[in-house]
Nanobody
Framework: QVQLVESGGGLVQAGGSLRLSCAAS????????MGWFRQVPDKAREFVGG????????LYSDSVKGRFTISRDNAKNTVYLQMNSLKFEDTAVYYC?????????????????WGQGTQVTVSS
């Protein structure tokens, strides 16, 4: 089955940029909706953005809209999260996840496979 591995997290100063990658195993990547979520301790996991199977429809949460960009490369079985103009409040563990739902969805329960997460820390 599909497995996901995030990478690219780290420590960055406010205003800086990071690019997260999510590499998927298997050969069904192109059939999957991909989402990015983030979570801080003792808080619920939060939707960041998602991209549909073809990359034609992309959604972002209001908190990251205009600063983050999601893309996917189906040939490489990889989805990316480019994060610019980072703020302290962006600090979190970032997860990628897959959904077999019929259309783009922001609902966490629709995502069934999750990566291990990668830490993003933004210093003020």
């Amino acid at each position: 089955q599909v497995q996901l591995v995030e990478s690219g997290g780290g420590l960055v100063q406010a205003g800086g940029s990071l690019r997260l990658s999510c590499a998927a195993s298997g050969r069904t990547f192109s059939t999957l909706i991909m989402g990015w979520f983030r979570q801080v301790p003792d808080k619920a996991r939060e939707f960041v953005g998602g991209i549909d199977r073809s990359g034609g429809k992309i959604l972002y949460s209001d908190s990251v809209k205009g600063r983050f960009t999601i893309s996917r490369d189906n040939a490489k079985n990889t989805v990316y999260l480019q994060m610019n103009s980072l703020k302290f409040e962006d600090t979190a563990v970032y997860y990628c996840a897959t959904s077999t739902f019929l259309a783009m969805t922001t609902m966490m329960e629709r995502y069934t496979v999750w990566g291990q997460g990668t830490q993003v820390t933004v210093s003020s």
